[in-house]
């Protein structure tokens, strides 16, 4: 149980373009879906929290006209990096939470995103 | 001052040894501790969860946390090659939806 998927598990873009990720909750219904993303050799750094139908909240310093995020149903959650640049490049990785009685967040497989 | 501070190793043992892992932090609303393990280029894989103090056992794993102290930490006994992966401890003060902190992560070799 307890399973979220990612897709792509990895792209490679021209620098301008947009790409989009999308993250399900495949055996549960996620009230919550988190963004994240991971530089090599660092921690993930929280960039966002959506709740089903609701606007994503952005932490501070996230751009949100950048990284759009829609969370248009209980099992999927996207995320939209525009006009992607070479400093986008990393490794984005989206965790859902399945709401009252569930511990904890779980975590899926992650999208390496190349941007050249 | 971070809020969790984890020494990002990289930590090399011989297998069949006790891996001792680590974690302080400086949030006293935290109730929520976590350990998860991530094999490079994949996400994080849940493997512990525990709430305020005490010890949590899982087979060759065990989570202590000492919140009179700030400081958690994660036992691997009998370590073996396939626990070669980091280690990122993580803390909430809410349940799963909340926030959760986690730290820069400790890389594990564990040498055959």
């Known amino acids: 149980g307890a399973v979220v998927s990612q897709h792509p598990s990895w792209v490679i873009c021209k620098s301008g373009t947009s790409v989009k990720i999308e993250c399900r909750s495949l055996d549960f219904q996620a009230t919550t879906m988190f963004w994240y993303r991971q530089f090599p050799k660092q921690s993930l750094m929280l960039m966002a929290t959506s709740n089903e139908g609701s606007k994503a909240t952005y932490e501070q310093g996230v751009e949100k006209d950048k990284f759009l995020i829609n969370h248009a149903s209980l099992t999927l959650s996207t995320l939209t990096v525009t006009s992607a640049h070479p400093e986008d490049s990393s490794f984005y990785i989206c965790?859902?939470?399945?709401?009252?009685?569930?511990?904890?967040?779980?975590f899926g497989p992650g999208t390496r995103l190349l941007v050249l | 001052q971070k809020e969790v501070e984890q020494d990002p190793g990289p930590l090399s043992v011989p297998e069949g040894a006790i891996v001792s892992l680590n974690c302080t932090y400086s949030?006293?609303?935290?109730?929520?501790f976590m350990w998860y393990r991530q094999y490079s280029r994949k996400g994080p894989e849940l493997l512990m969860y525990t709430y305020s103090s005490g010890n949590k056992e899982d087979g060759r794993f065990t989570a202590q946390v000492d919140k009179s102290s700030k400081y958690i930490s994660l036992f691997i006994r009998d370590s073996q090659p396939s626990d070669s992966a980091t280690y990122l401890c993580a803390m909430s003060a809410q349940r799963g939806y909340q926030k959760v902190t986690f730290g820069t992560g400790t890389k594990l070799q564990v040498i055959p």
């Open positions: 949030n006293s609303a935290f109730q929520y």
């Open positions: 965790s859902a939470y399945g709401g009252t009685g569930a511990e904890t967040q779980y």
